[in-house]
């Protein structure tokens, strides 16, 4: 029995092993062709890199550069740079790049005004990913301990009631850490945004052909999926229009 699980821990290691070797190979084999302009190339390389199951805000950061190096492919580009950042609100090259790229989408939409303090704590929230707050609550929960035991072992008085109180403090920070990185994740795991990628796509009154052409939206605008049904998708744009469309005419982010 021992060996069985021994044979079966090196298998599982081995193969581990050789998934990292092919992660690494396919990644400087995107970079080679990119840094030598052969964006396509770099393209599929990152792709199988997907397919793989790889995802980090990197591969989605560089398949969005290499997409925008691509004539025609604004819409992609623009999937992949909200891909990086719905890993990670806080990577700021995919911010700026995506600012970038949205100069040449057709659409302009002027979004729904938010509350300012909603903006100012989306802003703060977004300053760490996901991963990033619960680090910052795993070490804020080890500072907590040592102030528990300064507290609960200090000779001096004055050092227990400090160490008491900075442990609340600190307490009530480890809380609202472990609030947004709960947040971000849930935001990360959600299926509700997407990007049109269909040239020009006529969103509809009801989910079927016969509906009324409400508007028209084109490559690159981002859209909230309400709804689903069949092959239709009830999307939601920024300026809180509504309707109905195909739903291969999207990509969820």
Not at 151 to 178: C, D, E, H, P, T
Request: proline share 2%.
């Amino acid at each position: 029995m021992k060996r069985a699980i021994l044979f079966l821990a090196l298998v599982l290691v081995s193969l581990a092993a050789n998934a990292n070797v092919q992660r690494d190979s396919l990644w400087n084999s995107a970079v080679e062709c990119y840094a030598s302009d052969d964006f396509e190339g770099a393209l599929n390389h990152f792709k199988e890199l997907e397919k793989l199951g790889y995802e980090s805000e990197e591969l989605f950061y560089n398949m969005g550069n290499a997409y925008f190096k691509m004539s025609g492919y604004i819409a992609y580009s623009v999937l992949y740079y909200e891909r990086a950042l719905k890993l990670n609100p806080s990577y700021k090259d995919a911010q700026a790049n995506l600012e970038f790229v949205r100069q040449f989408t057709l659409d302009k939409i002027e979004s729904v005004p938010e509350f300012v303090l909603v903006t100012w704590f989306k802003s703060f929230r977004e300053i760490l990913s996901s991963d990033g707050w619960a680090y910052l609550s795993l070490a804020m929960f080890v500072v907590i301990a040592l102030l528990l035991l300064v507290f609960r072992f200090g000779r001096a008085l004055v050092w227990r009631k400090v160490a008491f109180i900075f442990a609340i403090i600190v307490a009530i920070f480890m809380a609202i850490s472990v609030i947004f990185a709960f947040g971000l994740k849930g935001e990360m795991e959600s299926q509700d945004g997407a990007i049109v990628v269909n040239p020009v796509s006529s969103v509809k009154s009801s989910p079927n052909n016969t509906g009324k052409s409400l508007f028209i939206i084109h490559e690159g605008t981002k859209v909230t999926v309400l709804e689903e049904l069949g092959q239709w998708s009830k999307v939601e744009l920024s300026d809180g229009r509504q309707g109905w469309i195909v739903k291969r005419d999207i990509e969820i982010i």
